[in-house]
């Protein structure tokens, strides 16, 4: 029998990985919760060497440093320690790949990780990637499962990306042999956020295997449930967390709350009221 827990599900973080978990710890501080962890659905923008940066981030990081935010974890810093150490901080963050990682890195750590669901990947191994088309059983009996990457259709292809930032029909296939409770994912199953786009396969993944939930990202706006219905599976967009919101705070729909107890689990995102008195300003010391 599981046992009951409360995860936070973000959306993509593009390097604010100290601020999640600090919101996460006053969250569960706020609320007087534990948290069992963080998941999230990829862009955690895992670019621990800066020379392997994409276009983008390059952008967005002249103006914003947190962009650059892994570079605080994969080696100890006093922001890393004082973070980690506080009392009421998850265990760990578990996320999927999306389409602005260092690949060749992931990949890489994964090659030594090859019998284990997950790795982790900075200094503290607090931050880890599951494996992708592969399912996670964590402590709460939750199972959590990953497809890495965004749709490879010819109509909507990007050409900036290796192989292994596209969805792949090898991991889909191994996904559809298991069983598991919340597919994390980045790109939307088709027609879930706008109809007409993100990937079919997905979609069938997400009918044939019939998740409790599915999370993603990757696409602009608002987090909500989805367009269409999949039901049984009850599938969630998750905006960028990036606290750019009006007066820096943080964007409505970028973080929600997923209780699980013995096999069934709730889902809401959080009270956008309460997320703007977590701003770019004053996260550091919430």
Request: charged share 25%; net charge negative; with cysteine.
């Amino acid at each position: 029998m599981s046992q009951p827990a409360t995860y936070l599900v973000f959306g993509d973080l593009h390097g604010r990985v100290l601020p999640a978990f600090r919101l996460a710890s006053y969250w569960s501080r706020t609320f007087g919760t534990p948290l069992a962890g963080i998941l999230q659905v990829g862009d955690l923008g895992y670019f621990p060497d800066l020379t392997k940066l994409d276009k983008a981030t390059v952008r967005h990081a002249k103006d914003d440093p947190l962009e650059l935010g892994v570079q605080d974890v994969i080696r100890p810093t006093e922001l890393g320690d004082t973070i980690f150490e506080e009392a009421t901080c998850p265990p760990g963050l578990w996320f999927t790949a999306g389409n602005h990682e260092d690949f060749d890195e992931l990949a890489r750590i994964a090659s030594a990780h090859t019998r284990f669901p997950t790795f982790p990947v900075d200094h503290y191994c607090m931050v880890n990637a599951v494996q992708n088309g592969r399912v996670v059983e964590l402590e709460s009996g939750l199972r959590v499962a990953a497809i890495w990457g965004v749709d490879g259709a010819e109509s909507s292809r990007r050409t900036n990306l290796p192989d292994r930032g596209y969805i792949s029909e090898k991991a889909v296939d191994l996904l559809l042999r298991e069983q598991f409770d919340v597919l994390l994912c980045h790109d939307a199953p088709y027609s879930a956020k706008r109809v007409g786009f993100g990937s079919k396969l997905l979609a069938m993944l997400i009918e044939l295997s019939r998740p409790a939930f599915c999370f993603f990202g990757h696409y602009k706006g608002e987090g909500g449930p989805s367009v269409v219905n999949f039901a049984p599976s009850r599938v969630f967009h998750m905006a960028g967390f990036e606290m750019r919101g009006r007066g820096q705070t943080t964007e409505v729909g970028s973080v929600g709350v997923l209780r699980w107890d013995d096999g069934e689990g709730e889902f809401e995102h959080l009270d956008p009221a309460w997320l703007r008195t977590f701003t770019r300003s004053n996260w550091r010391w919430r």
